[in-house]
């Protein structure tokens, strides 16, 4: 029997009309970061919020209340604290282990009633809804978005096109208030030019500041005027990727939807700036051995090992009082690993061979480069023992750290001082991996 469109169903239910009818969705979180801080605070739902940068910099997400109030995505938080004062604006710190929770259960909402999906950052994935009817498409966006809402508490706005550059542009005018709805679709050529001719040339997928400042200078103001360059023109003055967008533009799919998770990555780096400067060397070695740890945990879930690890330290570039600093070392491996333990002995090594007294440092970091698959593992007669050992550890701390939090198992080394850290004052210390931050309901 024939399911109906009724009830969302996953795409596997939907058959497939024309293969050539190619509909790309881009599923954007609106506000994503100021969205999950307001999960665990309706008081807040209506109030101006905004969420800072690492060491409580820049504003990195705002409200569409703080919009209003003329507060700009990127700006100092020192800049705006006036405005901040007088509107009683809602200021957090950045809780990534939070936005990551939540990002993670939006998209399994997406892969459960598509499939076809490619994650494109932590608030946006573009799916393929090339397998839902023409006339159903509105229906099946509609409902996406209540099931989203209900079951992550997190509005989405969805745009959707023939390719992933105008379902870009779709997605910004769904997210415009003036539009009324928190969906849009680019359907014919004639709508498609209607939006183009208002789009302006710096806020299409892949045109960045300075490629945008050529365009303008050679009379290209808008998408639309993109659209009609010349071939010759925009493969002479950009490059591949700027004529893939023009013919996006022009309709035609030149990006393909990746849904099998990309290339494995070549180098994982993990770094911070302190929160107030460094000095002393067993500092510096819990912030290394922290990112190191890290680092370690993320080339396992991507089921990776290293071959090469590079630490390094430095102090600010821009503290006029003080000449720059900045010093690392790379050490090759033996043999590519992914143990945690391992690794640390390895880049406290390589500090204390690198530290030197007297600067103010103010970034650490680690890198792992030459990545590659545990299944392209090399061993000898010794190794194989004690790798055996060491993988049942590691999953171990694995398994326990997803349960009860990140650190709950970790190396001496780490410290307790957390000094370091960067500067968190607004921070709604949320943790969605503890019971105490479960909702309670109290029955009169």
Request: proline share 3%; glycine share 4%.
């Amino acid at each position: 029997m024939k399911p109906k469109f009724g009830v969302l169903l996953p795409m596997s239910y939907i058959k497939l009309k024309n293969k050539s009818n190619k509909k790309i969705a881009l599923v954007d979180c609106n506000s994503f970061y100021v969205s999950c801080e307001r999960l665990f605070n309706p008081k807040i739902n209506f109030l101006p919020v905004v969420v800072l940068s690492n060491n409580d910099g820049c504003v990195i997400s705002r409200s569409s209340e703080a919009k209003k109030i003329g507060i700009k995505m990127g700006e100092p938080y020192f800049k705006v604290k006036s405005l901040v004062k007088e509107y009683n604006v809602q200021v957090y710190s950045s809780n990534y282990a939070l936005y990551g929770d939540i990002s993670r259960r939006v998209m399994s909402v997406l892969k459960r009633f598509c499939p076809l999906i490619e994650i494109y950052s932590i608030d946006e994935a573009f799916l393929d809804l090339s397998l839902v009817k023409d006339d159903e498409v509105i229906d099946f966006i509609s409902q996406l978005r209540k099931i989203i809402l209900k079951w992550t508490g997190i509005p989405v706005s969805i745009g959707v096109a023939k390719t992933k550059t105008l379902a870009k542009v779709a997605n910004h005018l769904a997210k415009k208030e003036k539009v009324g709805i928190k969906s849009f679709i680019l359907e014919n050529d004639d709508s498609i030019d209607i939006v183009l001719k208002q789009f302006p040339i710096e806020d299409i997928w892949g045109v960045g500041r300075k490629i945008s400042k050529l365009y303008k200078n050679n009379n290209i103001h808008t998408a639309y005027d993109l659209k009609n360059a010349s071939n010759s023109w925009i493969k002479k003055n950009t490059n591949v990727l700027g004529l893939k967008t023009v013919m996006e533009l022009r309709d035609i799919s030149c990006i393909e939807l990746d849904s099998t998770g990309g290339a494995p990555r070549k180098n994982c780096c993990v770094s911070r700036s302190f929160g107030k400067k460094v000095t002393d060397f067993n500092t510096l070695k819990e912030s290394i051995v922290s990112h190191c740890l890290n680092a370690a945990e993320k080339i396992r879930f991507d089921q990776q090992i290293v071959k090469s690890v590079t630490i390094f330290i430095r102090n600010s570039p821009f503290d006029q009082n003080e000449k720059f600093f900045s010093r690392s070392k790379k050490i090759d491996l033996p043999l590519a690993t992914d143990d945690s333990i391992l690794l640390t002995k390895v880049c406290v090594n390589a500090l204390e061979e690198i530290f030197i007294q007297g600067p103010r440092y103010q970034k650490a970091g680690v890198i792992f480069s030459g990545l590659k698959s545990k299944l392209d593992r090399e061993d000898n007669f010794f190794s194989y023992e004690q790798k055996e050992k060491s993988q049942n550890l590691m999953k171990a701390i694995d398994k326990t750290n997803y349960r009860f939090g990140r650190n709950m198992v970790t190396v001496a080394d780490t410290g307790f001082s957390n000094n370091w850290r960067m500067r968190r004052g607004h921070s709604s210390k949320i943790d969605t991996s503890s019971y105490e931050f479960l909702p309670t309901v109290n029955v009169c």
